[in-house]
C-alpha cells in the first residue's frame, strides 16, 4: 500500500522533518518530507547528491543571512536550514485542512517586547536622526508579540495552520514548517521573488488599511488610496525592488498593476515585476536579499539603521521560505515568500510574532504602533490571542497623513475615481451599513480605476517590456556607473544599456585615492563615468565613501572628462564648482517634481535630504562661473541640474520609476557629456 504521508506526518510518530504547504495558484496543498541540511551560504544550498542526482530543496533563510552581502545584522545564529526532500505528496487542501488538530493548545499572551511608548520613540528617533539626516528614504523597524503555549511547537504549528486555512485569505504562502529546533508556521501575503522556465517575478507590496469591524468602508478605503505615506511607501519600494530586477534580469523589470492582496484583518496595494533571467536560483536568491518592504532602501543603510534600533536579531523574521524544484529543462523553479505573518516557534511552545512598520518622513509614530498590531492581527487572532491585544489594533486608514504630492489632474481623477464609490462623509467618519466585503472592494470598478490612475504618476519605461534597446547612437561607448553604497545604479546601468552603451559597475570602494577608476576587462578606455547616488551627508569629509567620490570627481573635472552625477554625486559636483549645501526642512524622499531641465519640463523622481542652493529669485537657468549653467527652483534657489563642458548632474533619479521624462532626461545628460555625439 503506498505510503499517506500526511497520516504519518500528523501521526503518534511523525518524521523529525516536514513541510505543510498551500501556495497561491496551487490545486492542491502539499506535503514534504525530508533531510535536514544547514549551510553557510546560499550557493552551499545542495541541489544536487554527490552522485549529481537533483534534489527538490526548501530552504528557510534568516535574515541574518544577508550578511552574506556585507550588509549589517545582528548575529542571532539563526541557521541557513535546507529540508532535501524525500517524499512528497499533494492533497485536496480540504483534507489537509480537516486532518489538522480541531482545537489550538492553551496560549498564553506576553504582549509586545517594545511597549508602545518605547516603539513610538523609535519611531521617532528614525525619522529625525535618520531619514532626516539623508541615510535613506525609508526603513521598516519591527517588535514581536510573545506568547507561550501548553503544548509543543509542532502542535502550535499545525493547529495555528488549520486555523489560518480556515480563516485567511490571499496569501501566497498559508505553511507550517517543523524542523527538530525551528518551526515556523503563517500565512504570508507576499511573495520575494519567483523564477519560472527563467521567467523571475517580484511581488512588492505596500500600503496597509486595516479593516473596521462589520467589514471594509469604501468611503475610508478611497481616503487610503490618496494617503501620502501609503502611496509613497509603495512606490519607494517598488523602486527598491526594480534595483534588483535590474540586477538579476538582463531586460530588467516590467511592472505590472497596481492590485489589491486582500487579507483577513488588512488590505495591502501591490504591484508585480517581471523579467527574464539566467541566473543559477541561488543567486538570484542572494541577489534579492531582502525585500525592501521589510527592511527599507536604499538596502546597505537600511540594514545598518535596523542593526541600530532593533535590540535583538530577527530570526526568520523578513527572511524567506525558498523552494527550489527541478524542471524538466535541467534548471531549477524558485518560489520564494517573504516569512512575515509567520510564528516562529520553539519545540517548547514558546511563540514569536514580529511585526514591522515602515517609516517615512510622512510617518505618525502613533499610527505606526497601530500598523504593528493590524499586521499581527489575523495571526494573533488565529491563535485566540484577540483577548491580548485588545483595542491597540486600529483600524481604517493607513498611519500616514497630508496630500499626495501630485499633478492636479491626477489628484481629480484619483479623487473622481474613489469618491464615486460612496458619498464622502461629512466629519468624522461613521460605520457604512451593509460595508463591503474585500473580495466586493476588489472588484467595484471606481476602485479599480483609483488604483490605475496611480500609474499616471509613473515612468513609462518600466511599465513596459524592455527587450530592445533604444536607437540612441551610443552603440560601442563604454561607461563606469560608482556604486555610493544605493542600487540605484543597477537601474542606472540597466537604462545606459537600453540607450546602447556597454556598462560596468564598480564599487566606490575600488575607485584610487586619486579618483582614478579601474577599467572593465573588456575596454581600453572609458568613454562616461556616471558618479552615483548614495546615503549619508555629503559635507562629511571624515567618510571615506565621501572621499573617493569626491576624488574621482575632481579627476573627472580637472581632465575635463566626459562626467554625468546623480543626487548625492550631484551634491559633490555642485561643492567642487564653490556651490553651497543646504539640508532641507522636509526630507524629499520618493517625491515626484516637474523641473525645468533646461528649457523642457519633466517630471522628475527626488530622494534627497540636501541640496545645492543659489540665491533665490532668479529664472531657471542660471549661469555660473567657468560656463557652467543650472537649472533651479526659482522660489527657494534649489539647484535640480548643472551642466557645463563634458558635465551634466541630476539631483534627482532618472532612473526612478518616479520619473516619467527619466529615459529622455537620462540620454540628453549622456549626450550633453559626450559633446552631443
Not at 524558485?334 to 518622513?361: F, H, K, N, Y
Request: aromatic share 6%.
Amino acid at each position: 500500500m503506498k505510503d499517506n504521508l500526511l497520516e504519518r506526518v500528523l501521526g503518534p510518530t511523525p518524521p523529525p522533518a516536514y513541510a505543510l504547504l498551500y501556495r497561491q495558484g496551487h490545486d492542491q496543498a502539499e506535503i514534504i518530507e525530508g533531510d535536514v541540511v544547514d549551510v553557510d551560504n546560499l550557493a552551499d544550498i545542495p541541489l544536487h547528491d554527490a552522485d549529481g542526482t537533483v534534489r527538490e530543496v526548501l530552504a528557510l533563510v534568516p535574515f541574518r543571512q544577508v550578511r552574506e552581502r556585507g550588509y549589517q545584522a545582528i548575529d542571532d545564529g539563526a541557521p541557513l536550514r535546507c529540508l532535501r526532500v524525500t517524499a512528497r505528496q499533494e492533497v485536496p487542501v480540504q483534507m489537509l485542512r480537516e486532518a489538522l488538530p480541531a482545537t489550538l493548545p492553551a496560549i498564553e499572551g506576553r504582549g509586545f517586547d517594545v511597549p508602545d511608548q518605547d516603539y513610538i520613540a523609535t519611531v521617532s528617533a528614525v525619522i529625525g536622526d535618520e531619514i532626516g539626516r539623508g541615510e535613506g528614504a525609508n526603513f521598516v523597524i519591527r517588535r514581536d508579540f510573545l506568547a507561550q503555549a501548553d503544548a509543543d511547537g509542532a502542535r502550535v504549528a499545525t493547529s495555528l495552520l488549520r486555523r489560518l486555512l480556515e480563516r485567511e485569505r490571499g496569501a501566497y504562502w498559508t505553511f507550517a514548517v517543523v524542523t527538530p529546533d525551528i518551526i515556523l508556521a503563517g500565512a504570508s501575503p507576499e511573495r520575494h521573488v519567483s523564477v519560472n522556465n527563467g521567467v523571475a517575478t517580484m511581488n512588492p507590496i505596500s500600503g496597509t488599511y486595516r479593516h473596521p469591524q462589520g467589514g471594509v468602508d469604501p468611503a475610508s478605503f478611497s481616503r487610503f488610496l490618496l494617503d501620502t505615506k501609503e502611496v509613497e511607501e509603495l512606490f519607494m519600494v517598488v523602486d527598491e525592488e526594480l534595483k534588483m530586477m535590474s540586477q538579476v534580469c538582463a531586460d530588467g523589470g516590467q511592472v505590472l498593476g497596481p492590485f489589491l492582496k486582500q487579507m483577513s484583518k488588512v488590505t495591502h496595494t501591490e504591484y508585480l515585476l517581471k523579467g527574464h533571467t539566467s541566473l543559477d536560483v541561488r543567486d538570484v536568491l542572494r541577489e534579492t536579499m531582502f525585500a525592501p518592504t521589510v527592511t527599507g532602501s536604499p538596502m546597505q543603510n537600511a540594514c545598518a539603521v535596523i542593526a541600530r534600533h532593533e535590540t535583538k536579531g530577527r530570526g526568520y523574521y523578513s527572511g524567506v521560505a525558498a523552494l527550489m524544484t527541478p524542471e524538466a529543462s535541467g534548471g531549477f523553479s524558485l518560489d520564494a515568500p517573504i516569512l512575515i505573518r509567520t510564528a516562529q516557534i520553539t519545540p517548547g511552545g514558546e511563540v514569536r510574532v514580529s511585526a514591522g512598520a515602515t517609516l517615512v518622513r510622512h510617518s505618525s509614530p502613533q499610527g505606526e504602533v497601530a500598523e504593528t498590531a493590524g499586521k499581527a492581527a489575523g495571526l494573533l487572532g488565529a491563535l485566540g490571542l484577540e483577548a491580548a491585544y485588545g483595542a491597540g489594533f486600529g483600524a481604517g486608514a493607513g498611519s500616514g497623513a497630508g496630500s499626495l504630492q501630485m499633478a492636479p489632474e491626477d489628484i481629480d481623477e484619483l479623487t473622481s475615481s474613489a469618491s464615486r464609490v460612496v458619498p464622502q462623509p461629512q466629519g468624522t467618519p461613521q460605520p457604512v451599513p451593509g460595508a463591503q466585503t474585500a473580495t466586493e472592494l476588489a472588484n467595484d470598478p471606481h476602485i479599480r480605476a483609483a488604483l490605475v490612475a496611480r500609474n499616471r504618476m509613473l515612468a513609462p519605461f518600466w511599465l513596459a517590456e524592455q527587450h530592445d534597446a533604444r536607437s540612441a547612437g551610443l552603440t560601442g561607448r563604454h561607461a563606469v556607473v560608482i556604486d555610493a553604497e544605493d542600487r540605484f545604479t543597477t537601474m542606472l546601468a540597466h537604462q545606459l544599456r537600453h540607450l546602447g552603451m556597454t556598462v560596468s559597475v564598480v564599487p566606490w570602494a575600488q575607485v584610487a585615492a586619486d579618483g582614478e577608476i579601474p577599467l572593465p576587462p573588456d575596454a581600453e578606455y572609458l568613454d562616461l563615468v556616471i558618479a552615483g547616488p548614495g546615503p549619508g551627508d555629503p559635507t562629511d569629509r571624515s567618510d571615506p565613501r565621501m572621499a573617493r567620490l569626491r576624488a574621482a570627481v575632481q579627476r573627472r573635472l580637472r581632465d575635463q572628462a566626459p562626467l554625468v552625477a546623480v543626487c548625492l554625486s550631484h551634491q559633490v559636483v555642485a561643492t567642487e564648482l564653490g556651490l553651497a549645501l543646504a539640508r532641507l526642512d522636509s526630507p524629499r524622499q520618493g517625491v515626484q517634481l516637474t523641473i525645468d531641465y533646461f528649457g523642457t519640463p519633466a517630471r522628475i523622481g527626488f530622494y534627497n535630504t540636501f541640496t545645492a542652493r543659489v540665491e533665490a529669485g532668479n529664472s531657471s537657468p542660471v549661469r555660473l562661473s567657468g560656463g557652467v549653467e543650472a537649472s533651479i527652483d526659482p522660489a527657494t534657489g534649489d539647484v535640480f541640474a548643472l551642466r557645463g563642458r563634458g558635465l551634466a548632474t541630476l539631483q534627482g533619479h532618472a532612473e526612478s520609476i518616479l520619473s516619467i521624462d527619466g529615459i529622455d532626461v537620462l540620454e540628453r545628460m549622456v549626450r550633453h557629456a559626450l559633446g552631443n555625439v
